[in-house]
Nanobody
Framework: QVQLVESGGVLVQPGGSLRLSCAAS????????RGWHRQAPGRQRELVAG???????KYADSVKGRFTISRDNAKNTVYLQMNSLKPEDTGVYYC???????????WGQGTQVTVSS
């Protein structure tokens, strides 16, 4: 089992920046992909950014150039740096770990990000 705990979600003004953190514990040896998903009100959950064990990275088109995913293997932590935030970035952000792209077996509890003036 893998346990994931997110932190960092707050209310931020448009144009602002925020960094989300996801601390992992448990049996993470089988994990090959670490990602951040977002669920906005009335919309399906979508992959915002993901990083593989070999360093391949994917971003949703809507966040390219503004968001950066990174990881600290020594701390078993994944980060999502979000810059130039827009109101449409509002949603619950979930940390997600899995064995392959598109297969996310473990989820955090979610952290709320609200972008509003």
């Amino acid at each position: 089992q893998v346990q994931l705990v997110e932190s960092g979600g707050v209310l931020v003004q448009p144009g602002g920046s925020l960094r989300l953190s996801c601390a992992a514990s448990g049996s993470i040896g089988c994990i090959n992909v670490r990602g951040w998903h977002r669920q906005a009100p009335g919309r399906q959950r979508e992959l915002v950014a993901g990083i593989s064990s070999v360093g391949n990275i994917k971003y949703a088109d809507s966040v390219k150039g503004r968001f950066t995913i990174s990881r600290d293997n020594a701390k078993n932590t994944v980060y999502l740096q979000m810059n130039s935030l827009k109101p449409e970035d509002t949603g619950v952000y979930y940390c997600s770990f899995g064995t392959a792209w598109g297969r996310y077996d473990y989820w955090g509890q979610g952290t709320q990000v609200t972008v509003s003036s």
